[in-house]
Nanobody
Framework: QVQLAESGGGWVQPGGSLRLSCSLS????????TAWFRQAPGKEREFVAA??????????DSVKGRFTISSDPAKITDNNIYLQMNDLKPEDTAVYYC???????????????WGQGTQVTVSS
């Protein structure tokens, strides 16, 4: 299994921005697809965004136009993925997890490897 570690969470006021990073221990076939999920207190884990290698991307409707998932193809050995979050809202408050798997899916069960999560809090 690939090991993942998130960083970059914190507190931000509504309308602000944060950039989350996820470091992967390796890029293999089992980590061709990478994704971000989030879980707010008392709620189920929900899909945020996913990327297949350096190409196709999927977004949840609630974050489309505000969040961007990316990695840096210019860095051949780059094992990081990022989630740029702009125009943050209080409802974006959650623990954010990165995940890796073979296929790009919205379903969390399709991902085999998970990070420990990083807290994002949006409040005034």
């Amino acid at each position: 299994q690939v090991q993942l570690a998130e960083s970059g969470g914190g507190w931000v006021q509504p309308g602000g921005s944060l950039r989350l990073s996820c470091s992967l221990s390796a890029r293999t076939a089992s980590s061709a697809a990478t994704a971000w999920f989030r879980q707010a207190p008392g709620k189920e884990r929900e899909f945020v965004a996913a990327q297949y290698l350096f190409g196709s991307r999927l977004y949840a409707d609630s974050v489309k136009g505000r969040f961007t998932i990316s990695s840096d193809p210019a860095k051949i050995t780059d094992n990081n993925i990022y989630l740029q979050m702009n125009d943050l809202k209080p409802e974006d408050t959650a623990v954010y997890y990165c995940a890796a798997g073979r296929q790009m899916q919205r379903n969390a069960e399709q991902y085999d490897s998970w990070g420990q999560g990083t807290q994002v809090t949006v409040s005034s």
